[in-house]
């Protein structure tokens, strides 16, 4: 099991700071680093820029801060306990040692996630967070081991990436490729380029495979009419859906209802 002993989300140091505590701490200590930052590493400062992570070992010695103004980090002091105790050396995760990472975004959500149960002391927050411990740690091995990817390092990657993921969550929205190039301050030619380069598929085929997931789902879980589901998903046209919708899975919404009523929906 893991325990969280304190914890802090998006915290500010507004002046410059050095951190010390040679004998360690008790615990240990995760720091997502979300601005410049710098590390003793063998006796000496050495600095590391924004989305920096740092796991402290339990008593392994400390020492790090900032040069700047506005330091801001996510921080975590937990506990490996019973068959976790060595969940890190498995992960291979590395210990006292800062490394980067091209974004902390999914990592920073599960922090927050951490501190907001570990706040609300529910009956259940233990089982919580343990469980959000886990997962913010399996993504951080992920994202450690992960095979080298050429698209990481395009300034338009990142931000494409959530625009994405916001299309998968709410696919019912008014998307349209000129509003969502001008969001990112892009040409359509040019949004539409990186996004087939970054995902292997175009927006347009994104919006749609999304809706017709939704309408999949509400096809097996509800009563609606075609008509009504249709605006549900996002289509203003009845007749669109339909054809997109069979374009899609091979049958039509009504057929697809009486195939799959009252089964668990497959979202493969």
Avoid at 89 to 106: D, M, S, Y
Avoid at 224 to 239: K, Q
Avoid at 242 to 261: D, E, I, L
Wanted: some cysteine; hydrophobic content about 35%.
């Amino acid at each position: 099991m893991i325990t969280v002993n304190v914890c802090g989300y998006d915290s500010m140091h507004k002046m410059k700071f050095h951190r010390s505590c040679p004998g360690g701490y008790e615990d240990h200590a995760l720091l997502l680093i979300k601005t410049a930052s710098y590390f003793e590493i063998d006796g000496e400062a050495t600095d590391f820029g924004p989305n920096t992570v740092m796991v402290y070992g339990a008593g392994s010695p400390v020492h790090y801060g900032c040069r700047n103004p506005h330091y801001n980090d996510d921080w975590i002091h937990f506990e490996l306990l019973g068959e976790d105790e060595g969940l890190l050396r498995e992960l291979a995760i590395p210990v006292n040692r800062p490394f980067t990472l091209p974004c902390l975004g999914t990592l920073t959500d599960y922090a927050r996630l951490v501190v907001q149960e570990k706040l609300s002391a529910r009956p259940h927050s233990p089982q919580a967070i343990d469980s959000l411990m886990h997962a913010l740690l399996y993504s951080l091995a992920d994202q450690v081991h992960a095979a080298p990817n050429d698209n990481t390092g395009n300034l338009y990657y990142y931000p494409m990436s959530e625009l994405r993921m916001e299309i998968q969550n709410a696919p019912w929205q008014k998307w349209d490729t000129p509003r969502l190039a001008q969001r990112l301050h892009l040409s359509i030619s040019h949004f539409q380029h990186l996004y087939k380069q970054f995902f292997d598929t175009t927006c347009i085929q994104d919006i749609i495979r999304a809706r017709i997931r939704y309408a999949q789902l509400y096809l097996c879980i509800s009563e609606m009419t075609v008509s009504s589901l249709a605006a549900f998903c996002g289509y203003d046209n009845e007749l669109h859906f339909m054809r997109q919708f069979k374009k899609v899975t091979g049958m039509t919404p009504s057929q697809y209802r009486k195939a799959h009523r009252g089964s668990v929906f497959d979202s493969d």
